[in-house]
């Protein structure tokens, strides 16, 4: 059975660098450490993680332990659930973004707003067919080409204000049609 003062003496060997101290150490305290980070996590293999990452913070900064009357346990348990406490944060944050990633839409239109978008186009294509060829053409340079009314007017050979009527009067014409 070791006893505190074991682990005591253990810890001041290895701030010297002693590697023997450090696999006794190891060997009298894994299992409890283990235990603790085991806690946090309820992951077996975090927690082995976690405790090799204990024992390496043990070996670094067994010089900054100060035995002063408190348990040497009490000084490597707070390192292990502090190393399993910062592990659990650093996987939470990541699976937080997946989480957020999964439940984002995604860019574009659904299925259901393509299958409505293609039935309107189809209405849309179906009521330009019933304007005049001259108005479904200016319509159609105006609104899908981007062409201006005074080029429309030039190309048609109408006046600029007859244009806008056009257009005003085939608008109007493919709205009816699309209310249908």
């Known amino acids: 059975m070791t006893t505190p003062s074991d682990i005591d003496r253990m810890i001041s060997r290895v701030a010297l660098g ?3 101290a450090f696999s006794q150490l190891y060997d ?15 992951n077996t293999a ?13 070996w670094r900064y067994a010089d900054r332990y100060a035995s002063n009357g408190m ?7 707070t390192i292990a659930r502090n190393t399993a406490i910062d592990r659990l ?11 957020v ?5 995604a860019p574009g239109p659904t299925p259901e707003q393509s299958a409505v978008a ?4 189809r209405r849309i294509v179906g009521c330009l067919e019933e304007l005049p060829g001259d108005r479904r053409a200016a319509v159609r340079g105006a609104y899908l080409e981007g062409e201006s ?3 429309l007017a030039a190309k048609f050979d109408v006046p600029l204000n007859t244009m806008r009527t056009w257009l005003r009067r085939s608008l109007l014409a493919l709205r009816e049609c699309m209310t249908q």
């Not at 090799?52 to 913070?57: A, I, P, S, W």
């Not at 996987?91 to 997946?98: G, L």
């Not at 293609?118 to 186009?121: F, H, Q, R, T």
């Open 71 to 77: 348990s040497p346990m009490t000084w490597l348990i």
């Open 118 to 121: 293609g039935s309107e186009a």
């Open 18 to 20: 002693d590697r023997t």
């Open 28 to 42: 009298a305290t894994s299992a409890k450490l283990f235990g603790v980070a085991l806690r946090v996590l309820n």
């Open 101 to 105: 990633e999964d439940r984002m839409a």
């Open 149 to 151: 009314y005074a080029d």
């Open 89 to 99: 944060r650093a996987t939470k944050q990541t699976s937080d973004i997946a989480d």
């Open 46 to 58: 975090n927690a082995e993680d976690v405790l090799q990452e204990t024992y390496m913070k043990v």
